[in-house]
């Protein structure tokens, strides 16, 4: 948001400077902007711009030093002062990089000889109009009528309300339900009378029916942990939470089976396992260690071969295991904690129960492997078929995501309902889904040969309408033909069909697929009516 002394003085107060060689690295702060070496290749190395965002001092590795205290033996050796630079470490956000780049850097690899940058001081709370500047009374400007209603949004989400009695046309976390914009009654074969209309997408935190408290305009809200927890633990939903992602990056690297990996993003690992080099994790059972050693020692007694659920699809060498949260409470929540690795717009909580995860892996001699997985609602009020999903970043590129989200509509058209992934998506998990709307889409009025409306392509494919009609504006598919609208294939769409066909990719084969919609039963109905 453009501040409004930006946009009445037409630029921002620049920011503050120190010129290089005249500060020391004591000097360097929390919101600072410094440049700082950052290896390119393997040889190269570059003078990057990077904002500060936590200091601490160097982490010491236990057992680091007690392999160093064990080859020195019993000669007493003292261990050299190490220079005041090599004492700190910086969590560094680059510049114009994503997120998952950022990474702790040692004192020695900040450019003390360029200008460092400080933060821009704040406007004084009376003087964001600028000077000579008049508006009139019964005018609210835009930016700021949006940051009260979040600002009410907020404090109504912190608000402790009975589960029993929702908001008035609210559903979970705070959204507003959508109904489909296309209904079969309003179809008609290949073309529709009215314009399709596509809303645009709303910022959940910003609600029109949220308005500030009259008595208490201008109380801050209170925001409280527990009853964020509780919230997500009775809707069932992993939504996005900016205390979440604000978190510094703890984990450096991990070791999964063969692989090792960096880490993305911040995962709530116990406090002692955070900071270490690397993070040993068992690729069958995903449990955690911080030393080789000990993940050598657990390999010896640790029987699990592949993932503790039923085999529910099996074709060549890609195995899917169906999980319960309820029953497998351990392994689902160590699954948790290593995709918040890889996962930013998620928040994690330790009630998985009302989950089902679908396990994807690959069989070879030694067991079933770890390549990726999505999570799915027990019970979705949004008929969500898809919470999370994520392919580990060893095993991206090669075609598994895709097949993840195919698996998740052939489960969908086994239970006769059109699914949707939950929003948020990540940046990578929205590109998977856009190719693979995309190509069903196509391939679907390729291959046949009737006249096809919304709904058929959606019950065909069990995607939904809203994805349908995203999907379809996105590739400028509508046409405007005799007064009416039609679908009509571009030679430009067609073209990047036919490259997406020619690379050979895994497909889902239903035939091997068994597996049944659970039922639920006369005693759950009965145990859920007395709870």
Known sequence: MVSTQA??????????????GTYSIQTVTVG???????????????????????IRDKPINPYAAAARRATRGSVKEEEPEPKLEDKWEFFVHWDQFNKRLDEWVTGSRLVLSRDLEWPRPKPPPGKKAGPGTHRAPGKVPRSQSLLKRATANAAAVASPTPASTPAPGMGRAGKKKKRNPMTKTSMLKARWTSTPKVKPKVTPLISASMTPHPSHPNTPPQFSKEQEIEKLRTSGSMTQSISEIARVKNLNRLQIGKHEVDAWYFSPYPKEY???????????????????????????????????????????????????????????RNLSLLSKCFLDHKTLYYDVTPFMYYVMTQRDSTG??????????????????????????????????????????????KEGKLGSPE?????????GYRAYWAEVIVELLLNTTDELSIDDIAQKTSITHADIMNTCTTLQLFRHWKGQHIICLSDA?????????????????????????PTTLRCQIRHLWTA
């Not at 009445?8 to 503050?16: D, K, L, M």
């Not at 390119?40 to 990077?50: D, H, K, P, Q, T």
């Not at 898809?386 to 097949?403: D, F, N, S």
């Open 368 to 413: 079933c492997h770890f390549i990726g997985y999505f999570s799915k609602e027990k019970e979705s009020a949004e008929n969500y078929n898809v919470a999370c999903i994520l392919t580990l970043p060893q095993h991206q590129r090669y075609g598994y995501g895709k097949l993840l989200i195919e698996f998740s509509y052939e489960l969908s058209k």
């Open 32 to 54: 600072c902007k410094i440049y700082i070496r950052r290896p390119v290749g393997e040889n190269g190395e570059e003078e990057r711009l990077g904002e500060i965002l936590s």
């Open 493 to 517: 769409v067609l073209e990047k069909h036919e490259k997406v066909r020619s690379k050979r990719r895994r497909r889902i084969h239903p035939e091997h697929l068994i597996w049944k919609p």
């Open 7 to 20: 946009s009445h003085e037409g630029s921002q107060e620049p920011a503050p400077l120190t010129p290089g």
């Open 274 to 332: 955070a900071h270490l080099p690397v993070l040993y994790i068992c690729e069958f059972c995903l449990s955690y260690f911080p030393s080789q050693m000990m993940l050598t020692r657990h390999r010896h007694r640790c029987t699990l071969l592949h993932p503790p659920g039923n085999e529910i699809y099996r074709h060549e060498d890609v195995s899917i295991f169906e999980l319960d949260g309820k029953r497998q409470l351990t392994w689902c």
């Open 423 to 431: 929003k948020p998506l990540s940046d990578l998990g929205l590109l």
